[in-house]
């Protein structure tokens, strides 16, 4: 494959979301069709982009969703997927549904959702580890006071690029581990975050953390965040939404308010670098191993 066919562009859609879930999955919509309009192959909404990002609003908004893979073909009772599934094969788009709140048994998740543009669910991501901070002068937040956390790495492939992508969600950013088997084990070369991270950590961390999993594995990392809230006492989100690439460089990004970010993804810039600095071959098993446990 030429290194003009690996070349796409990907959008992220920093759009502002309210407590009205339909207004919310409207205005997603809206923003995948601009998407569309800018020719982006791939779109991503931001975490929790149908419900306010609040532990007392996570059951009230969740909705059952299936497993992968799911055709369109299929009807399912949630309005999330549908939305997804209409605008994909509206727009011939992949879509990264940033995440809702998914109840399974009793239990709610914080889940991202991907849709092929033929309308199909091909993949699905539960949030793997739990946003329980405590920073003293700064913000108190814990998810597993209405959440439970997934269990499993993420990753879906699209053929016609040659490309596989890998989902994760927020504070999974944390955790290079994750980023690692998905790069190393699942051969993503494009890692993508929807996230939400605030006011005391978005300053400080942000941009740190995507710059570092793009140098960690050599690859594209995509984060994209809600736009931030100007009024109320609710969560206030970051955003700063953006795109890096293989060498750690800030490829596209944008500020607080809602916006479109459209960033041109070359494959072919993952090998250069690659072969630049060839860490994969370098790394010393003989010294360190990692083992992952259940």
């Known amino acids: 494959m030429s290194a003009e066919s690996q070349a796409f562009k990907l959008a992220l859609c920093q759009m502002l979301v309210t407590d009205d879930k339909t207004a919310n999955l409207e205005k997603a919509a809206d ?9 982006a192959k791939i779109a ?19 909705e059952t969703l299936p497993d992968p893979p799911y055709p369109v073909s299929k009807q399912h009772e949630s309005p999330s997927l549908k939305v997804l599934q209409d605008l994909a094969q509206e727009t011939g788009m ?27 669910l091909i993949a699905k991501h539960r949030k793997t580890h739990l946003f329980d901070i405590d920073v003293p002068g700064g913000i108190k937040f814990k998810e597993s006071d209405a959440l ?24 999974d950013m944390r955790f290079p581990e994750l980023a690692m088997v998905q790069a190393r084990q699942l051969n993503a070369s494009l890692l993508i975050y929807p996230g939400a991270f605030n006011l005391t950590t978005g300053p400080a961390h942000w941009e740190l953390l995507i710059r570092a999993r793009a140098l960690d594995n050599q690859v594209f990392v995509a984060a994209c965040s ?7 006492d609710g969560y206030k989100a970051w955003g700063h939404s953006m795109v890096v690439d293989p060498w750690g460089k800030v490829v596209a990004s944008t500020e607080e308010k809602e916006s479109l970010v459209i960033a041109d993804i070359h494959l072919s810039r993952v090998e250069q670098v690659r072969k630049a600095i060839p860490t994969s071959k370098q790394r010393r098993r003989d010294v360190y191993t990692l083992e992952y446990l259940k």
């Open 94 to 120: 992949y879509i990264v549904g940033g995440s809702v709140p998914e109840i399974s048994e009793g239990k709610v998740y914080n889940t991202s959702m991907t849709v092929s543009p033929t309308g199909g």
């Open 226 to 232: 809600p736009a931030r809230a100007t009024s109320g």
């Open 44 to 62: 991503v909404l931001p975490e929790c982009f149908q419900c306010p990002y609040d532990t007392a609003c996570f059951r009230a908004y969740s």
């Open 148 to 171: 439970t956390a997934g269990d499993s790495a993420t990753a879906f492939h699209i053929p016609e690029l040659s490309l596989t992508a890998g989902v994760a969600i927020c504070y």
């Open 31 to 39: 923003f995948l069709r601009r998407a569309k309009q800018a020719d």
